[in-house]
């Protein structure tokens, strides 16, 4: 898909980088919620980070 993009974020939380393929809405949610929010729900959805 032409719109996914490869960002790496650092996630202050666990003191390291983590690399996510993501639409940019995707980014826009985490510039809304936080990163730290985003994460927890895709571990909690069973997604590997």
């Known amino acids: 898909l032409p719109n996914l ?5 650092w996630f202050s939380e666990e003191n390291r980088f983590i690399t996510l393929k993501l639409c940019i809405k995707g980014m826009r949610n985490i510039d809304k919620k936080g990163l730290a929010t985003v994460v927890q729900e895709m571990r909690a959805a069973g997604q590997k980070i």
């Open 5 to 9: 993009v490869k960002k790496r974020f």
